[in-house]
């Protein structure tokens, strides 16, 4: 057995993979749960806005059509809803 020890972790070497990354606008993401009867997993878009008093804070305009709204004018209408960051990820 060996004995590891880190007394500091310099946060700045340590690179996560693209999908656990904090998102930031224009990331394209995938929905991974079934977000509502509309919005499914597999569906795609792309972080449009993004707040930080709330427990869906990220604003995606999907690819398509989901009867949604603009997130406050970031997206299309009807393209646009807000999620919780356990419900999407990042993808390429």
Not at 3 to 21: A, E, G, Q, T, Y
């Amino acid at each position: 057995m060996f004995n590891l020890r880190i007394d500091k972790i310099n946060r700045k070497s340590i690179v996560l993979p693209k999908n656990l990354k904090k998102f930031e606008i224009n990331d394209r993401v995938k929905a991974i749960t079934n977000i509502n009867n509309r919005i499914a997993i597999g569906d795609t878009g792309r972080i449009v806005h993004m707040s930080t008093d709330s427990s869906t804070p990220y604003g995606v305009q999907w690819d398509r059509d989901i009867y949604g709204h603009d997130c406050g004018g970031h997206a299309t209408l009807e393209n646009g809803w807000y999620v919780s960051k356990g419900t999407i990820i990042v993808i390429t």
